[in-house]
């Protein structure tokens, strides 16, 4: 089969296309044709070799991907070969043709929904869900600001907030982002691009996908008691704790790799759940040929985000 593969960590030019041999299910296991494999900011922290915890080189990145399964191992109950699934992590990488997968890491993807877009479940949703839900206990009514609305988590996010009935804002830096924004359920889209776009916003919660840029100004427009859900950094940050102080307020962070065994299944009940009444939609932004994952590693850091991107081998 074809794969990508890094053998050292660096630049997007690392990953290589190369063909490699059909991994084989052991018991409990099984094997996913990959029809299309999600790209997140995660790959990219993977492969550059700044992540926390680092895999053995050589390696396969990806966690995000949907397909069929090819090949059942010794014990395999719950999926048949043919089963339409999507991926929530694997044992040997997504950006490949086929992905070896433990039964807990695949989950049943519905008609309605394409490959291409269950490709963009696991981390976007599972991500916004365990932010909205399981951090920040937002509640009906409430106030909830998504900073970078249009991409794959804020997709995520907005169509949450949407179903729990939240007053929602989103963030976008153009004008087709904002309009997709508005689209996939926020009552406002602001242009954070706007110096001014920050006056008079009062926020229950605020997802927070650029903590560097944004967390000492997020902390000024919290409601008394209000939730900073810190999703993504790319550097250190100055705050003014009285901020907090004056309002009661809390700064929640995290990494979905850190969510346990319970909240992950309660996490899949409800993006089971969505896709089921359609209240959970994933945009597909832009699909690539699986060679071109450098590029798509470019594209997915860059402004502008719009929907998920994807390669499909």
Same mark, same amino acid.
């Given at each position: 089969?074809?794969? /990508? ?17 059909? %991994?084989?299910?052991?018991? !409990? ?22 992540? %926390?915890?680092? %895999? ?46 433990? $039964? ?5 993807? %519905?008609?309605? $929904?394409?490959?291409?877009? &269950? ?21 009906? &009514? ?5 900073? &970078?609305?249009?991409? !794959?988590? @804020? ?13 929602? *804002?989103? $963030?976008?830096?153009? =004008?087709? +982002? ?21 006056? +008079?916003?009062?926020?229950?919660? *605020?997802? =927070? ?49 850190? /969510?346990?065994? =319970? ?10 759940? @969505?896709?089921?009444?359609? $209240?959970?939609?994933?945009?597909? @932004? ?17 402004? @502008?985000?719009?929907?998920? *991107?994807?390669?499909?081998?």
């Amino acid at each position: 089969m074809r794969a /990508i593969r890094v053998h050292a960590f660096g630049a997007p030019d690392v990953m290589k296309i190369e063909d490699v041999p059909d %991994p084989k299910p052991g018991p !409990g296991q099984l094997v996913v044709r990959v029809k299309a494999a999600g790209v997140n900011p995660s790959d990219t922290y993977t492969r550059s070799g700044i992540a %926390p915890v680092k %895999p053995a080189l050589p390696y396969t990145p990806g966690s995000d991907g949907a397909g069929v399964v090819e090949s059942i191992g010794e014990g395999v109950t719950n999926v048949a070969v043919g089963d339409r699934v999507y991926l929530a992590r694997s044992l040997s990488g997504t950006y490949a043709e086929l992905a070896l997968a433990q $039964t807990s890491q695949v989950h049943a993807l %519905p008609d309605r $929904t394409s490959f291409a877009q &269950g490709a963009g479940l696991y981390v976007p949703y599972a991500t916004a869900y365990r932010a909205l839900h399981q951090l920040a206990h937002a509640r009906s &009514g409430e106030t909830v600001l998504v900073h &970078g609305a249009s991409g !794959g988590v @804020g997709i995520a996010a907005l169509q949450f907030a949407r179903a729990m009935n939240l007053r929602v *804002i989103g $963030t976008a830096g153009t =004008e087709a +982002g904002r309009e997709l924004v508005k689209r996939e359920g926020a009552d406002v889209a602001l242009d954070h691009h706007d110096p001014k776009y920050r006056e +008079g916003l009062v926020c229950d919660v *605020i997802l =927070e996908m650029l903590a560097n840029v944004n967390l000492g100004h997020d902390l000024k427009m919290l409601a008394p008691r209000g939730r900073v859900v810190v999703i993504g950094s790319r550097g250190d940050v100055t705050i003014t704790p009285r901020d907090l102080m004056a309002r009661d307020g809390s700064i929640h962070a995290m990494l979905l790799w850190n /969510i346990s065994p =319970e909240d992950e299944r309660d996490a899949h009940a409800a993006i089971a759940s @969505g896709l089921e009444n359609g $209240t959970l939609r994933p945009v597909v @932004g832009k699909e690539m040929p699986l060679a071109d994952a450098p590029k798509a590693h470019e594209a997915v850091l860059a402004p @502008g985000a719009f929907g998920k *991107i994807v390669l499909v081998p």
